[in-house]
């Protein structure tokens, strides 16, 4: 009988079961430095664009990545930067550097929800999940002029 992939497989099983906690904490720890604020979209008809604004702080030491928006109130959602007044481009996702905050409110940047299922009316919020790389995030957009 051979021990050393049965005592290597162990190892590697101890290993997982004891850093998971360790991985699992620094995770929680990022998530708890994110600070999603001032977040707000513009009222729209069903089945037009809305777009969705709000600052982002990263408190953490380390660089978070955004990959998009989630939301059932729209058919696509898409994170586009303005390049001119008539003209946007659609992004794939976007950085939020070590203790920075970008700032989607006054920046060229926003995420547009699009085929609005339902009007957005003054004070209404919406519930939208912003996707990271390793985690999800609820927010509430309130609806504003």
Do not use: Y
């Amino acid at each position: 009988m051979n021990l050393i992939p049965r005592l290597s497989f162990i190892h590697i099983a101890l290993l997982m079961l004891f850093s998971a906690p360790a991985v699992a904490d620094e995770q929680a720890e990022l998530m708890e430095a994110i600070d999603i604020d001032r977040a707000t979209a513009s009222p729209a008809l069903a089945g037009t664009c809305t777009e969705v604004h709000f600052e982002i702080t990263n408190r953490s030491d380390q660089s978070v990545h955004l990959l998009g928006l989630e939301s059932a109130f729209a058919s696509s959602v898409r994170l586009v930067a303005r390049v001119d007044t008539d003209r946007t481009v659609t992004m794939e996702s976007t950085t939020i550097p070590a203790e920075e905050t970008l700032d989607l409110t006054t920046s060229h940047l926003s995420f547009e929800l699009c085929g609005l299922k339902k009007p957005l009316r003054l004070g209404d919020v919406l519930e939208v999940t912003l996707d990271f790389v390793t985690w999800k995030q609820a927010v509430s957009i309130h609806v504003h002029d």
